[in-house]
């Protein structure tokens, strides 16, 4: 069985005279050689356990506690079960799922939660379910077994805790700690009562304080000190008064999060916490004719990290806020003819622009403009001439506040997926590029089936995480350059970019398939059938308009019925496109044997197969004004009558044709400068004769599905 060093500094556990002090609410009177004897290098120092030995604690723990239910399913094999032993396996089954973290081992967690619920049953538990526990027994050992640390955590096992748990309760540092390392966050427990000191020497990036409801009033008065560590604190627990919620305030701390709150909630939200303090450097516009002022606010925000523009012209506002695309808008009071508050008016009635934080600054001559600042769009105010720090505090704060606030605004709190306010600007956006370039655009509408019955026989929780776990499997089945957005209580939409209906529908099928093979389950852990329905619509068969495009996916559900049936695909067409032929394949070939041989053969494998035999006639029925046939790939030998290959293949290209048709040329000829001339006129393969025909299928087969 593995074993984790220790690789925490070491430091004592007891209270010092400085967390005495402020237990008492007041400052250190220690002397010198006390805060001495906090030294990492003293010898009489105890060392502290390392996360990783405490989780190998806990597995021996844990792997004991096995030991018992083994005792426990032998007895039950052997008809001597007490009920003794029945209750404390019970007991065991219990404490080991309550220890079990969530992520990494949920299938542990769920075969202990089984076990405690089978020694539970007391009048039901015989001699029969005894082969099936022990095989639950044996899974579970197996799981326990498992190396605790991922790799996740291993990477960061030689850096410093990144989060510090201040708690008085052995079992909760244990329950930390696991989850921790399940999730890959090296957490650090000590004991609440702690120096200061000790926990700035690990070097934490948060600090979460557990506090008891037996000693509240003495840990609140250590969060003071906790604070001039500097890093951002989490609270949990606690009695919630409202004397408690004040001292955690002017403690800076976050909180107090609820005492039932599970560990990975917790290291969630203090992973949050991190990220909201650490303010990344962010684009700056500052418009200000006065030089001076502009050039002393560029300096100190460039120091700051910052990306600063200047701009001495209010006239050119617009049209560098659409080149630039700020998050900090830094207006002087005059500029011109108009105000600073003039300007903040004007990007407030801007839909796009109208959540731009706007900083005004003024001189003391300018009052006025001041008094209107606040009332009329304005956020802050700053005073010429502008306090260097006080300038990168405010920006820095603005910062932080906005993207707080456009990440709520852009993120779907149940399922983590962009909202549909983001998604419509981000396939706006895209959508731009497919009308300017003529690209493929494929839009994919997803709907949960039996919505409104799963929501009153399970609850909008449960219909939450089955969303949140669609997402996941869409996620994973989509590219990562694919939007995949929340859009409605019921709807996920798919964006994919440079992709036609045929790929689209492959990948739905995927995702399909997934959601009915997962393991979904309500809160009482009953087995849920859930099956999702797809709509799906193309550019440049539809026309490439967000509205359009949705409303015909949406249709196409509506029409086949997928409110009423389950687990639907369906392909939305354009009403107004012309009536043209859907195939899967045409084969253009004047030899009459060699197309027969690949018409068989592919018809053979359920494609559907067309033959033409002149290059002229090719042209008009996948090029014309009014094309016959829209094959999704074209099968074109070189040497044609009246019109050779390369040139329908020119012809194709020119109308377009190609975007959406893949094109494998044939010839008898085995010419280099033939064969490059069909790849600079767009062709998808070359194939010389004399082929394979299994081989040229496959090579079709490849064509279809890319």
């Not at 556990?13 to 030294?39: F, K, N, Q």
């Not at 498992?146 to 850096?159: F, L, Y």
């Not at 920006?395 to 419509?424: C, F, I, M, W």
């Not at 400068?673 to 998808?684: P, S």
Request: include cysteine.
């Amino acid at each position: 069985m593995p074993t984790f060093p220790d690789r925490v500094t070491a430091v004592p556990l007891s209270p010092t005279s400085e967390t005495v002090a402020d237990l008492a609410g007041g400052e250190s009177m220690a002397e010198p050689g006390a805060r001495a004897a906090l030294d990492a290098s003293d010898p009489s120092v105890a060392p502290l356990a390392s996360p990783y030995a405490i989780a190998e604690r806990v597995r021996e723990r844990q792997l004991e506690r096995v030991d018992v239910l083994e005792r426990a399913v032998l007895s039950l094999m052997d008809g001597t079960l007490t009920d003794e032993l029945r209750e404390l396996a019970q007991s065991e089954a219990f404490a080991i799922a309550s220890v079990m973290p969530s992520n990494g081992v949920k299938q542990g967690a769920r075969i202990a939660r089984a076990l405690e619920q089978a020694f539970g049953a007391r009048y039901t538990l015989e001699r029969h379910l005894a082969a099936k526990l022990a095989d639950h027994v044996l899974l579970l050992r197996a799981e326990l077994e498992k190396t605790t640390v991922p790799p996740a955590a291993a990477a960061i096992a030689e850096e410093c805790p990144s989060i510090v748990l201040l708690s008085g309760d052995v079992e909760q540092h244990e329950r930390y700690v696991t989850e921790g390392l399940a999730s890959g966050v090296l957490v650090q427990p000590l004991d609440f009562t702690v120096d200061a000191d000790v926990v700035r020497r690990q070097r934490p990036r948060v600090i979460i304080v557990v506090l008891p409801t037996y000693a509240a009033p003495q840990a609140i008065a250590g969060l003071r000190r906790m604070a001039r560590v500097g890093v951002p604190l989490l609270v949990v627990g606690g009695r919630g008064t409202l004397d408690e919620r004040i001292a955690i305030a002017r403690s800076r701390a976050v909180g107090p999060l609820g005492a039932t709150t599970s560990a990975v909630d917790v290291l969630r939200r203090a992973s949050e916490l991190v990220d909201e303090a650490r303010v990344a450097p962010g684009t700056v516009l500052i418009v200000d004719p006065d030089p001076w002022a502009a050039q002393t606010a560029r300096l100190t925000l460039e120091r700051a990290g910052h990306l600063v523009y200047t701009l001495f012209d209010a006239d050119r506002l617009w049209e560098t806020l659409e080149t630039v695309a700020p998050e900090v808008l830094l207006v002087g009071a005059r500029l011109g003819a108009w105000s600073g508050v003039d300007v903040a008016l004007a990007t407030r009635a801007d839909p796009r622009w109208r959540d731009l934080p706007v900083l005004l600054a003024a001189s003391a001559h300018e009052e006025a403009v001041v008094r209107a600042a606040y009332c009329d769009g304005v956020d802050d105010v700053l005073r010429k001439p502008l306090d260097p720090r006080l300038l990168a505090a405010r920006v820095g704060n603005r910062l932080r506040l906005s993207r707080q606030l456009r990440r709520r605004d852009e993120v779907d709190t149940v399922t983590g997926l962009p909202s549909r306010r983001k998604a419509e600007r981000d396939l706006d956006r895209l959508l731009r590029l497919v009308r300017r370039h003529a690209q493929r655009f494929t839009l994919l509408s997803l709907r949960l089936d039996r919505y409104d019955l799963l929501r009153q026989r399970h609850g909008q929780t449960t219909i939450d995480r089955l969303l949140r776990r669609i997402g996941e499997l869409a996620r994973r089945g989509f590219r990562a350059d694919d939007l995949i957005a929340r859009w409605g209580p019921a709807e996920l939409v798919i964006g994919l970019f440079d992709a036609d209906a045929m790929i689209a529908r492959e990948r739905a099928r995927e995702l399909m398939a997934a959601v009915r093979a997962e393991a979904f389950v309500d809160a009482a852990q009953q087995r849920l059938t859930v099956t999702c329905s797809i709509g799906i619509a193309a550019a440049p068969e539809i026309e490439p308009e967000l509205a359009v495009l949705h409303a015909a996916a949406d249709s196409a559900l509506a029409g086949a019925g997928a409110h009423a049936q389950d687990d639907l695909l369906v392909v939305a067409s354009d009403p107004n496109a012309t009536a043209a032929e859907r195939l899967d394949v045409l084969v253009v070939d004047d030899d009459t044997v060699t197309s027969s041989l690949v018409q068989h053969a592919l018809e053979g494998r359920r494609y559907r197969v067309r033959t033409v035999r002149d290059g002229a006639e090719a042209a008009t029925l996948l090029a014309g004004e009014r094309p016959a046939v829209s094959p999704r790939v074209v099968v074109l030998e070189v040497n044609l009558p009246t019109l050779d290959g390369l040139s329908v293949l020119r012809a194709l290209a020119a109308a377009q044709v190609l975007r959406r048709t893949r094109v494998l040329m044939l010839s008898s000829r085995d010419s280099e400068a033939e064969t490059l001339q069909a790849f600079e006129l767009g062709a998808f393969d070359y194939v010389p004769k004399p082929f394979n025909v299994n081989v040229l299928v496959e090579r079709i087969r490849r064509a279809l599905l890319t």
